[in-house]
């Protein structure tokens, strides 16, 4: 274990900014932004250990890959590189492997919980500079950031999960849903043509939970905790059901396998006929139906029976094809879309091809660029979700 580290230059979210804003791609020394991101991680409970250990990976980056290092806020770092062909192949696996290290170290009990596909993200500047600007703006947005001077931020509670019933128990299904409710749509966009929307997927907003109830909560990091108020706002948003889509159009609800289970599902189905189920997509991550296989199974058929619609989500690119989608008996699966992706959606054309003659319909989910459009058009995929597509379709409509 390091005892002593070097001191990486304090250079803030803003100065990237800047920096970005002002680049000329062309001349610069810089053509590529990568992202650490150690949001999942108690980093509120870490020994001052930690944070020397990880200066010192940051050096080591510094040095490497004449890198310039940014600390975007206390769980992110920026690094700017110049990528060539000497480097190109090693730059993510070796980070990669320098933070997983780091996590073990320091985090044994956190090592599962991570998300492999933010841990590392390269931004290919010369394609993607306005993406990275775009991101950064959100980011100093965002409130409790805290290279903008943020508070400290605790740790989720059952308390704060009983705060968030009682918040809806004050404010009834309707105006809960008014609040706390978000939605997006999910279009299919053909290449050359104006894109159609076909649903709306409806979630309860981390944001507006953060901004209301959770000002000072640090939600990522909380394990089991976070588990359990996923399960709450699952049953929160069934309740607030009719309120929601009282039209009853097209739509899909995200919810965890155990959420099927609860009185609340089991009221929705007693008050929803058969045509009203039948266009409601149940969407279920693919990590929670590989813990509780047996249960999706049972919940898959109820909700089949009723004519009902079974979605996978939360499908990385690097894990497609592991998960037989065919035996899952699922109607879509979802998806998601992250910088670098283009390079690797490609590898697994015939997967992907698999899956599609399978019956199963694919989504490509959280697009914020042309890039993937175009990635997902080429690989025969026609339905897509995300911001550039909320753009489109606001386009459209002007």
Not at 111 to 118: E, K, P, V, Y
Not at 136 to 160: F, I, M, T, V, Y
Not at 228 to 254: E, H, W, Y
Request: aromatic share 8%; with cysteine.
């Amino acid at each position: 274990m390091v005892e002593q580290s070097r001191t990486v230059p304090v250079k803030t979210a803003v100065d990237l900014l800047v920096r970005l804003k002002a680049m000329d791609i062309k001349a610069s020394t810089y053509n590529s932004l990568v992202l650490i991101s150690l949001g999942g991680l108690p980093l509120q409970d870490a020994s001052k250990q930690f944070w020397l250990d990880l200066d010192e990976a940051m050096w080591k980056s510094r040095e490497r890959y004449e890198a310039d290092v940014f600390v975007i806020d206390s769980e992110e770092r920026g690094l700017l590189i110049k990528l060539n062909e000497l480097n190109e192949v090693r730059v993510i696996p070796d980070m990669k492997v320098e933070m997983l290290r780091l996590i073990q170290r320091h985090f044994p009990e956190n090592f599962g919980m991570i998300d492999q596909s933010r841990l590392i993200r390269m931004l290919d500047l010369r394609l993607r500079l306005p993406n990275a600007i775009q991101y950064l703006e959100r980011l100093n947005e965002r409130p409790n950031n805290s290279s903008a001077g943020g508070k400290r931020l605790r740790r989720l509670q059952e308390e704060d999960i009983e705060q968030v019933r009682m918040v809806a128990k004050q404010l009834g299904t309707q105006k809960f849903a008014q609040v706390f409710i978000q939605h997006q749509k999910i279009a299919i966009i053909q290449p050359g043509q104006t894109p159609m929307e076909i649903m709306h997927e409806y979630f309860v907003a981390m944001s507006a939970l953060k901004k209301h109830v959770f000002t000072q909560v640090e939600l990522r990091g909380a394990g089991n905790l976070f588990n359990q108020l996923t399960i709450t706002l699952d049953i929160l948003l069934m309740d607030a059901f009719s309120d929601l889509n009282p039209g009853r159009s097209k739509c899909s609800v995200n919810m965890n396998v155990e959420s099927v289970f609860s009185k609340s599902f089991e009221k929705m189905i007693d008050v929803a006929d058969v045509a009203v189920f039948a266009n409601v997509v149940f969407e279920f991550r693919q990590s929670d139906i590989l813990q509780n296989f047996e249960e999706f199974v049972l919940a898959c058929d109820m909700i089949q029976s009723r004519g009902g619609t079974i979605a996978i989500d939360a499908i990385f690119p690097e894990t497609i094809g592991i998960v037989n989608m065919a035996r899952l008996n699922a109607n879509i699966a979802k998806i998601f879309w992250r910088s670098g992706a283009e390079e690797i959606l490609p590898k697994y054309k015939k997967e992907i091809l698999d899956i599609q003659q399978s019956g199963t319909l694919l989504v490509l989910a959280r697009l914020d660029d042309e890039i993937g459009l175009k990635t997902g058009q080429a690989l025969g995929i026609s339905m897509f979700q995300g911001f550039y597509v909320d753009d489109l379709l606001k386009a459209k409509e002007s």
